[in-house]
């Protein structure tokens, strides 16, 4: 979940290309940052934000799919011909074919779900739901079957709970949801209720290696990623896929100030592709493991070039 309020972009000001539709919530995930905070706007400001995004809007909570009027708003931004509107969602509510349907032809392009686990007992802890895995994995094939997996992302938080079985998980979405467009790994984040539970954090050292290791098998299998969180010293071979180095490198730098380089970072070789570790897991876990790189940074900018050139 990104922060509300002005982003700048580009060097400019502008308003942040996020809509919080109210703060309520069906699920009560141990890892939610956003839960203590009520970002609901009103309607004279969801207009405005919605009239200033330039292409990509993301619509958010709480959960945004308990909001009854949640199809205007999809329908105004289409209308206005933003190219990108994105709805994050835990997708309980997918089960409801006509419902997707009805987001569809409004104008949603991509829905961002969340999926924390692969398998039940820790999907109801991450979750704190029961008996609701079978129904998300249903609900999640219905998805795909009415928008099409080009228009569906997972979205995994990584926490101490769940990375020791990220490569477990990626072959279960492999296996199970093959046409899903993508799977975006975000390092749990040290706010909202993460705050009181700051035993969810895990240290970049012992994350690191594992996600490394399941994105090895989503390379040879033609499964595509993206991550945030990772300072890309952490990601040894895939640097490319840290979204801060794309923002980066495309002088994108909306929500860079979550994170910060720190002393240690002095003379890193990727200081220009790397925003620094996250500024809230420094602050619990400080910078002992970052690790300047000698890299050339040119093959990592080729990839990334390589990857802008895609449609
Ligand atoms: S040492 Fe600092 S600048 Fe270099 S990759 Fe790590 S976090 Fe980024």
């Not at 509300?4 to 539709?21: E, M, Q, T």
């Not at 349907?101 to 991450?126: M, Q, W, Y």
């Not at 400080?286 to 890299?295: N, T, V």
């Amino acid at each position: 979940m990104s922060a509300p309020g002005r982003g700048r972009r580009d060097g400019k000001s502008v308003p942040a290309p996020n809509i919080f539709l109210g703060s309520r919530c069906n699920y009560d995930c141990l890892f939610c940052s956003g839960a203590l905070l009520d970002k609901t706007q009103p309607p004279e400001v969801l207009r405005d934000i919605i009239a200033s995004c330039p292409d990509t809007l993301s619509i958010e909570g709480g959960e945004p799919t308990l909001c009854r009027d949640l199809d205007i708003w999809v329908r105004r931004a289409h209308r206005q011909g933003i190219r990108d509107i994105i709805l994050c969602t835990n997708g309980a509510r997918f089960c409801d074919e006509a419902y997707v349907r009805k987001l569809c032809d409004c104008g949603v392009t991509l829905f961002n779900v969340n999926f924390p686990a692969h398998e039940e007992k820790l999907f109801s802890i991450l979750t704190r739901t029961s008996g609701q895995f079978q129904k998300r994995v249903a609900a999640l094939r219905t998805l795909i079957a009415v928008a099409g997996g080009k228009r569906v992302r997972l979205n995994m938080v990584v926490n101490r709970l769940n990375f020791l079985v990220i490569p477990q998980y990626v072959r279960f979405v492999k296996e199970r949801f093959p046409e899903v467009f993508y799977i975006e790994f975000n390092l749990v984040k040290v706010l909202g209720r993460v705050e009181r539970r700051p035993y969810l954090v895990p240290r970049l050292q012992d994350a690191a290696p594992v996600l490394v290791r399941a994105l090895r098998y989503m390379t040879r299998a033609r499964m595509k990623f993206i991550i945030d969180g990772f300072p890309l010293c952490a990601l040894d071979g895939y640097e490319h896929a840290a979204i801060d180095a794309a923002k980066r490198y495309f002088h994108d730098d909306l929500y860079l100030d979550e994170k910060a380089k720190t002393r240690k970072c002095a003379g890193c070789s990727l200081g220009g592709l790397c925003a620094g570790p996250r500024k809230d897991y420094v602050s619990l876990h400080g910078d002992l493991e970052l690790a300047p790189s000698r890299k050339d940074p040119g093959p990592i900018i080729a990839k990334l070039q390589a990857m802008a050139s895609k449609p």
